[in-house]
């Protein structure tokens, strides 16, 4: 054997025995990728006028924003979660959104326990979460505990519609399936789940009304391990 080939034996060792592990680790091991595009809400909106268009948008479009010396811009749909709280009630949010400004979609679920103590952080924790996202449950829109308000937006215009009180009896808005979405018990530095929901609902700004059938929106909602 030559001097260089003994030189480099310790090296194809410890090549083979990294090889060896990483062939040997289990698929829950390696960390999963967030996926943008697992993120959409689509629905059939029809306007004040009797007029019906199609409202979809998934994460990773690109929406037309403006032109700047000749050049187009656009601003891609990405999705966040927060959460925060307003008096007694604790909400957590899924949402979509164009660039970091401009809402699309959002759902606000209300905690179906009231803030008791001012020193109570607004994050929320995994039971928090599971407590509010039952699969199969009918959801009452509105901002009380255990209620969730409907959130809907033209992207790039100042048009701004939510649900309130005068929507019909036969609203609805289902949890239709939720799981985690990747894998925090290997140390991926989020923690959340991912929500699908269906639902039909009027939804308003002042005088002007939207009607919204055939919806699914697919939502992230972040939660915390204190």
């Known amino acids: 054997m030559s001097e260089l080939s003994k030189n480099n034996v310790p090296l194809l060792i410890c ?7 990483l ?5 829950a091991d390696i960390p999963a990728q967030a996926r943008v595009s697992d993120f959409s809400v689509t629905c059939d909106v029809t306007d004040t006028s009797g007029n019906t268009f199609p409202f979809h948008y998934r994460g990773d479009d ?18 966040s979660s927060y959460y925060y709280i307003n008096g007694t009630n604790k909400y957590i949010t899924g949402n979509l ?50 209620q969730i308000r409907l959130i809907i937006k033209e ?26 979405y990747g894998s925090p018990e290997v140390g991926i530095p989020y923690f959340g789940k991912i929500a699908r929901f269906t639902f039909q609902c009027n939804v308003y700004d ?12 697919v939502l992230f909602f972040r939660y915390f391990n204190f």
């Open 15 to 21: 090549l083979i025995c990294a090889i060896g592990w």
């Open 23 to 27: 062939g040997c680790k289990k698929d």
């Open 62 to 79: 690109q929406i037309f924003y403006d032109t700047f010396a000749g050049i187009p811009n656009y601003l891609t749909v990405g999705y």
């Open 97 to 146: 959104h164009a660039g970091y400004f401009f809402q699309i979609f959002r759902l606000d679920v209300c905690r179906n326990v009231s803030v008791s103590e001012a020193i109570e952080v607004p994050e929320w924790t995994r039971e928090e979460l599971e407590s509010v996202l039952l699969e199969g449950k009918n959801y009452m829109f509105g901002d009380g505990p255990g």
């Open 155 to 180: 992207p790039i215009s100042n048009v701004y519609y939510q649900t309130d009180d005068r929507s019909n009896a036969d609203d609805y808005l289902v949890l239709e399936s939720v799981e985690e």
């Open 206 to 217: 002042g005088d002007k009304r939207w009607r919204l059938t055939n919806g699914e929106a």
